[in-house]
């Protein structure tokens, strides 16, 4: 191999480990660009889920005060009032 053909094929290893590289750095920052989209979303849920418990909560003490209101009418014998 000449003092040319060494020349070239170092700069060529040179280069295509300067790809290498950045090609994994980008590669790991998409990883860590889909990790915080996957967190997102997840905590997005969470707070979804909690809107309806809270949502849920509120309908079911509704439905508690009725349910209530018509059993102490009934032994009561009053008409209910809403």
């Known amino acids: 191999m000449n003092q040319l053909d060494k020349s070239v094929s ?8 300067r790809q290498i590289q950045a090609q994994f ?3 790991g920052k998409q ?3 889909v990790r915080h989209l ?13 809107e309806l418990v809270a949502f849920l909560f509120v ?3 509704k439905v508690a005060f009725v349910h ?3 059993l102490i009418s ?6 209910i009032q809403f």
């Open 25 to 27: 750095q980008t590669t």
């Open 68 to 70: 209530y209101r018509v």
């Open 38 to 50: 996957h967190w997102a979303f997840a905590l997005q849920c969470i707070a979804s889920f909690l």
């Open 31 to 33: 990883v860590l660009q």
């Open 59 to 61: 309908i079911s003490s």
């Open 74 to 79: 009934s032994v009561g014998g009053t008409q």
């Open 10 to 17: 170092s700069k060529l290893e040179a280069t295509v480990a």
